[in-house]
């Protein structure tokens, strides 16, 4: 891949230096001034990085590319260089953030994987790649393509390693981003680092999932500080997976239960699907869940007036049509 002398002394700066962050900027501003001067050793080293990023098939994204994205380049420490694989044209694509921690409950993974996928119509959702809600936004979003994952390590490394697979599918049909050098592992203060890139990025972001500390707290704390729009899932009163939630709509953000409440604030109309066939036992069980919220399959059984093997096989069928989905111990809620 052909870069500018510009983009290739930023490259070098950002990764064959040991300098800090505004030391770096110095440099590079003090270069567009006075002209880019490449000596010997810079040229040599940055043609083995970039040798190495064609030889795997990443591409570097510069501050002086004609693709990097102008809301990341206005936050506080932008990212000199991305290293990216995959469609680097989703880049230039409107985008909104999904993420959630680790630990979101099943039913909120569901509705996270249901909005996902509806504003992948409209948006490139970006997200991390850990358990939870980030995992729930990329099963949501995978099949359209439009999709990016910032990543807290290298783009050979792989956090957490159970997501290789995940990482891959990810790189087939939308896009991965670091800041690192290929090589560097995750640490503590990366994943805040590229909490600032996520919220970056992206014109809103969707919380589905937050303790009241918790990093994805501070994606949407970033998010606030620059000036995106935030929406949060509600949560019921004690729910420990939610507190940060709530208390994100209670200083503003946008209470969201569906993909309408978002796309309806960018001004797009949610486009009409074709209504799903139930069978009479799956529109019982249905309906007893949309009304209580979260029941046991045999709770289930005992108000709609089935056998219980009747409405566990209406359970599993409607989670298959992505409607109900289990809260475990054999708990289950509506979608």
Same mark, same amino acid.
């Given at each position: 891949?052909?870069?500018?002398? /510009?983009?290739?002394?930023?490259?070098?700066?950002?990764?064959?230096?040991?300098?800090?962050?505004?030391?770096?900027?110095?440099?590079?501003? $003090?270069?567009?001034?006075?002209?880019?001067?490449?000596?010997?050793?810079? $040229? /040599?080293?940055?043609?083995?990085?970039?040798?190495?990023?064609?030889?795997?098939?990443?591409?570097?994204?510069?501050?002086?590319?004609?693709?990097?994205?102008?809301?990341?380049?206005?936050?506080?420490?932008?990212?000199?260089?991305?290293?990216?694989?995959?469609?680097?044209?989703?880049? !230039?694509?409107?985008?909104?953030?999904?993420?959630?921690?680790?630990?979101?409950? !099943?039913?909120?993974?569901? #509705?996270?994987?249901?909005?996902?996928?509806?504003?992948? /119509?409209?948006? +490139? %959702?970006?997200?991390?790649?850990?358990?939870?809600?980030?995992?729930?936004?990329?099963?949501?979003?995978?099949? !359209? *393509?439009?999709?990016? =994952?910032?990543?807290?390590?290298?783009?050979?490394?792989?956090?957490?390693?159970?997501?290789?697979? &995940?990482?891959?599918? %990810?790189?087939?049909? *939308?896009?991965?981003?670091?800041?690192?050098?290929?090589?560097?592992? +995750?640490?503590?203060?990366?994943?805040?680092?590229?909490?600032?890139?996520?919220?970056?990025?992206?014109?809103?972001?969707?919380?589905?999932?937050?303790?009241?500390? =918790?990093?994805?707290?501070?994606?949407?704390?970033?998010?606030?500080?620059? *000036?995106?729009?935030?929406?949060?899932?509600?949560?019921?009163?004690?729910?420990?997976?939610?507190?940060?939630?709530?208390?994100? %709509? $209670?200083?503003?953000?946008?209470?969201?239960?569906?993909?309408?409440? %978002? &796309?309806?604030?960018?001004?797009?109309?949610?486009?009409?699907?074709?209504?799903?066939?139930?069978?009479?036992?799956?529109?019982?069980?249905?309906?007893?869940?949309?009304?209580?919220?979260?029941?046991?399959?045999? #709770?289930?059984?005992?108000?709609?007036?089935?056998?219980?093997?009747?409405?566990?096989?209406?359970?599993?069928?409607?989670?298959?049509?992505?409607?109900?989905?289990?809260?475990?111990?054999?708990?289950?809620?509506?979608?």
């Amino acid at each position: 891949m052909n870069y500018t002398e /510009e983009e290739r002394a930023i490259v070098y700066l950002n990764f064959c230096t040991q300098l800090d962050y505004r030391e770096k900027v110095a440099l590079l501003r $003090k270069s567009v001034k006075e002209g880019f001067i490449e000596s010997k050793q810079q $040229k /040599e080293e940055t043609d083995k990085l970039v040798a190495l990023l064609d030889s795997k098939n990443y591409f570097a994204v510069t501050l002086a590319s004609s693709d990097y994205p102008e809301a990341l380049k206005a936050i506080d420490e932008a990212p000199l260089v991305l290293l990216g694989a995959g469609n680097r044209e989703l880049l !230039s694509k409107r985008k909104f953030c999904i993420v959630g921690s680790r630990k979101t409950p !099943s039913w909120a993974e569901g #509705v996270a994987r249901r909005i996902s996928e509806e504003l992948s /119509e409209r948006f +490139a %959702i970006v997200t991390g790649l850990a358990e939870g809600g980030d995992r729930a936004a990329i099963e949501g979003a995978l099949k !359209s *393509g439009n999709l990016i =994952s910032v990543l807290p390590c290298g783009l050979d490394e792989c956090y957490p390693a159970s997501h290789f697979s &995940l990482k891959e599918k %990810i790189r087939e049909s *939308g896009l991965l981003l670091s800041e690192y050098p290929l090589k560097e592992k +995750a640490r503590t203060y990366s994943f805040h680092a590229r909490n600032r890139i996520l919220a970056g990025l992206s014109e809103g972001v969707l919380i589905v999932s937050a303790g009241e500390r =918790s990093g994805t707290s501070i994606t949407a704390g970033k998010a606030l500080d620059y *000036g995106r729009d935030v929406f949060a899932l509600p949560y019921n009163v004690g729910v420990t997976q939610g507190a940060g939630c709530n208390a994100l %709509i $209670k200083k503003g953000a946008s209470l969201v239960t569906d993909s309408e409440d %978002i &796309l309806s604030f960018y001004g797009f109309e949610k486009r009409a699907k074709a209504q799903v066939k139930l069978s009479e036992e799956e529109q019982k069980v249905l309906e007893v869940l949309q009304e209580a919220g979260e029941l046991h399959t045999a #709770v289930i059984a005992e108000r709609t007036g089935l056998k219980i093997y009747e409405a566990t096989a209406a359970l599993s069928s409607l989670e298959m049509k992505n409607l109900a989905v289990k809260a475990g111990g054999n708990r289950y809620s509506a979608l």
